[in-house]
Every structure is written in structure tokens, then in C-alpha cells.
């Protein structure tokens, strides 16, 4: 009966890659990705399981199943997106890097390797069935109060973003930037143009100003003016509808997201209005001074959060060791209670701040996904210090 059903099973694959243009290794990484969303989303779309045999319960079934599951897996009909998107999320180990490497250049199967690869390894094994999201590893800093202990920067940074506005804290690696253009642009026209004149200057303005003057627009230039785009538009594409009981609206303040007028949606110097980076009275002025006070202000806290944690309870496991302990506790707590806080003027690159990308700590803890939980934080504390 097994072999009947592995063969039924081999038929069908091979009727899907047919479909889809690929191989049976494609068919089968795309039916893990459809199992996976069905595993993830279906609790949510039938609480009480699939009781409606009918008809009409199961077009629906069908429905979700092809809405939630198998279309966001095809899109438009190409698997290419969801096999790299996969790939990433794949281990780095021999058998993976062999599998990868089968499904980028189709080998043939009849090939003696490929039916020895066939026969010793199934590809969806080397994939995490479930995908590691940020909120899962932070459930998995903070769901043991001895990680307070042991890692206790890491489990401040978790608190932080498991706070009701973890997305600012993601926004700090863009405040040296945007800290940058603000300086570049005061250097050359601060007390030199009226509101009227500011309208209309771009950053293209400030470029080529720049040229006149050195012959050639310094790099610095062209990548404060990008990075001050760029935490512009994540702020202001995360406040909208965020807003809530903060200040932005009862100040009539505009926050708008700076847009590309080109077909391609590629940005440039001259979509960045001048006014943007010059605190002044009109709107994006308050903007700007409302966005700038609240990355310093959660820059200061975080580092004071883990400033504080590392220094309060890293004592308390010197005192099993040591006789004096108590009283160190006393003289450290003391002694680092408080943090000189980091005024903006003094922020010139990352170093200065919280520089934490989403992207890069997801990648950390989806490539360390084999190993401990533990291993994994000590292994992400020791790159993110390197950062």
C-alpha cells in the first residue's frame, strides 16, 4: 500500500512541476510553503475545525484554501518568487547547499547522482516548517526570567521591542543620517533664505551647490540625503494612523511620505524638499522637530534601559562567588544609575545610536535557527557588539 501511495503521491508532483514549468523538487518546496500557511492561518479561519461537510463547506475550504494558501504562493503564477523567498530561510549546511543547488540548475533525474540524492535526502527537511518571525524570538528572550540575568542587554532590547512602539526603535538607525543632511544643509544656507525662497530648493539645489563649490558632490553628501529619505519616509509611513494620543494631529503638523515622480518609482535629489531638513515655523519644521525629540529621547531611554540592566543584575551572580558582593551591588547600582544622556548634536554615525535593522536581526535568527536558544542569543549579542 505505501509504494501504491508514494507512487500516486510521485505522480501527482510530477503533474504540478509539469503545470508550473519546474521539477518535482519545485513542486515539492511549493507544497511545503502551501502547508505552511494552511498550518499558520487555518485555527484562525475555522476555530472549531472543518465540521461543515456539505457542499457549500467545503467551496468554502476550497476557498480559503486557495485565497490564503496556494495563491500567495503562486503569484501571478510564478514560483520563482516563493522558491528564492524559501531559499533564504534554508539552512546553511552541505545537504541544503547540495539541494539548492539541484533546484537552481534542474538536474535531471535520471542522473545517478540526482537518484542518489532522490534515495539519502527530501528537500522540505532542511526547511524550518515554521517560519521565525521577531515576535516568536522575542517570546523567546522573554519567556525565561533568567535571560534577564544572562543576557540582560538583549532582554532590555526585547522589553523595548516588545513595547506598544517598537517601530521607532528600528527608525534610530536613521537619526545619524538625517542628523547628517540637517548639518550639510545649515552649513551652507542657515540665515540665508527666507520661508518663501526655502519652498523652493530641493536637495538637487544643495548638491549642486556643493559641486560648484568642490568640484564634485562628496559622497557624504549623496548618502545623508538618501539616509535622511529614508528615515523620513519609515517614520512617516509608520505614524499614519499611528498617531493616537500623541501630538501630531491637535498640532496641525504634516508628516507626508516623500514620493518619486519617475515611471519607475527611483527617487532623486530633486524629490527631497529643502524644507524638510530646516527646523523652522512652518509645517514640516514641526515635523521634524517632533520626529527628531522623539528618536533622541528613545535612544537615551534604551541605552539607560540596558545600561541599568546590565549593571543591576549582573552583581547578583557575583555574590554566590564572592563575599563582598552585597556591597558591590550598592557601589555599581549607584555608580552607573545614571547615563549621560547623548544630545543631538553629538550624533555623527550608528555608533552613536541603537542602530537596530528588523531585516538584518530576522536574517540573525533564522541562519542560527538550529542551534539552542541560547546559542543563538549569545551568538546574536556577540555580532550585534561587533555592529
Given amino acids: 500500500v505505501a509504494v501504491k501511495l508514494l507512487v500516486i503521491v510521485q505522480n501527482y508532483l510530477d503533474a504540478i512541476a509539469k503545470a508550473i514549468s519546474g521539477t518535482r523538487e519545485t513542486a515539492i518546496l511549493l507544497m511545503h ?19 461543515d461537510l456539505s457542499a457549500e463547506g467545503r467551496n468554502k475550504f476550497e476557498t480559503y484554501l486557495i485565497t490564503q494558501c496556494i495563491n500567495p504562493t503562486l503569484p501571478n503564477g510564478d514560483p520563482k518568487e516563493t522558491i528564492d523567498r524559501m531559499r533564504d530561510q534554508t539552512m546553511i549546511n552541505t545537504q541544503a547547499q547540495f539541494w539548492m543547488k539541484r533546484v537552481e540548475q534542474r538536474f535531471n533525474a535520471i542522473d545517478e547522482e540526482c537518484q542518489m540524492f ?36 538583549l532582554f532590555a532590547i526585547a522589553q523595548l521591542l516588545n513595547s506598544s512602539d517598537p517601530i521607532s526603535l528600528f527608525a534610530l538607525q536613521h537619526l545619524p543620517a538625517i542628523v547628517q543632511w540637517m548639518k550639510l544643509v545649515h552649513l551652507h544656507y542657515n540665515y540665508r533664505l527666507t520661508e518663501t525662497e526655502l519652498s523652493t530648493l530641493t536637495a538637487a539645489d544643495v548638491l549642486e551647490l ?26 512617516a509611513s509608520n505614524m499614519t494612523g499611528r498617531c493616537d494620543n500623541h501630538a501630531v494631529d491637535t498640532l496641525n503638523i504634516s508628516f507626508p511620505i516623500i514620493k518619486s515622480s519617475e515611471p519607475n518609482g527611483t527617487l532623486s535629489p530633486k524629490h527631497l524638499p529643502l524644507a524638510f531638513a530646516v527646523e523652522c515655523s ?106
Fill in 282 to 387: 512652518h509645517s514640516f519644521g514641526k515635523a521634524l522637530r517632533l520626529l527628531l525629540e522623539h528618536l533622541v529621547q528613545l535612544n537615551n531611554s534604551c541605552l539607560l534601559k540596558c545600561y541599568r540592566s546590565l549593571y543591576i543584575f549582573r552583581p547578583f551572580f557575583f555574590f554566590f562567588f564572592y563575599s563582598f558582593a552585597f556591597f558591590c551591588f550598592f557601589v555599581s547600582f549607584e555608580k552607573h544609575q545614571h547615563i549621560g544622556e547623548i544630545a543631538l548634536t553629538h550624533i555623527s554615525n550608528k555608533n552613536d545610536v541603537v542602530a537596530l535593522d528588523e531585516t538584518v536581526l530576522l536574517q540573525l535568527t533564522k541562519k542560527f535557527k538550529s542551534k539552542s536558544v541560547s546559542t543563538r542569543v549569545m551568538i546574536i549579542i556577540i555580532i550585534l557588539k561587533k555592529k
Fill in 118 to 153: 532522490e534515495e539519502q535526502y527530501l528537500a522540505s527537511a532542511f526547511l524550518p516548517f515554521q517560519i521565525v518571525t521577531l515576535a516568536q524570538f522575542k517570546w523567546y528572550v522573554l519567556k525565561n526570567p533568567a535571560n534577564q540575568t544572562k543576557y540582560p542587554v
Fill in 210 to 235: 556643493n559641486k560648484r563649490y568642490q568640484g564634485k558632490v562628496e559622497p557624504e553628501w549623496a548618502d545623508s540625503w538618501r539616509g535622511f529619505v529614508q528615515g523620513w519616509n519609515f517614520m
Fill in 33 to 51: 510553503n502551501i502547508v505552511h500557511r494552511l498550518y499558520c492561518t487555518f485555527e484562525t479561519e475555522h476555530p472549531s475545525g472543518f465540521e
